[in-house]
């Protein structure tokens, strides 16, 4: 059973920046690297939850294109770590960010059936 757990949440202006990081337990760097893409989905108040972006085993990555060229995201296979740079940040980007695990490709990873992990959540608040 593979372990998520977020940090680096919390309140910023807009404009600003902020970065999550995800890291993964109960599960060896070679499993998690090898077989896993990972990502970010998240949810604001009243709205359902939505992938924000993804990268799978070989680095590939997807971003919602809401946050194509703001967001960047990235692992340190070595390390079982997932982040998420988030730069010129905006309100609608609040939200509740959810780290997310999927054995497979991108196509899963996007998929939020096909998840298999969910880390428990970090706020992200955006003031104008």
């Known amino acids: 059973q593979v372990h998520l757990v977020e940090s680096g949440g919390g309140s910023v202006q807009a404009g600003g920046s902020l970065r999550l990081s995800c890291t993964a337990s109960r599960v060896t760097v070679s499993e998690f690297s090898r077989r896993y893409s990972v990502g970010w989905f998240r949810q604001a108040p009243g709205d359902d939850r939505e992938a924000v972006a993804g990268?799978?085993?070989?680095?590939?990555?997807y971003y919602k294109d809401s946050v194509n060229g703001r967001f960047n995201v990235s692992r340190d296979y070595a390390k079982n770590t997932l982040f998420l740079q988030m730069n010129r940040v905006q309100p609608k980007d609040t939200a509740m960010y959810y780290c997310?695990?999927?054995?497979?490709?991108?196509?899963?990873?996007?998929?939020?059936?096909?998840?298999?992990?969910w880390g428990k959540g970090t706020l992200v608040t955006i003031s104008s």
């Open positions: 990268i799978d085993m070989d680095g590939r990555t």
């Open positions: 997310a695990a999927a054995m497979g490709g991108l196509a899963e990873m996007e998929d939020e059936e096909s998840v298999d992990y």
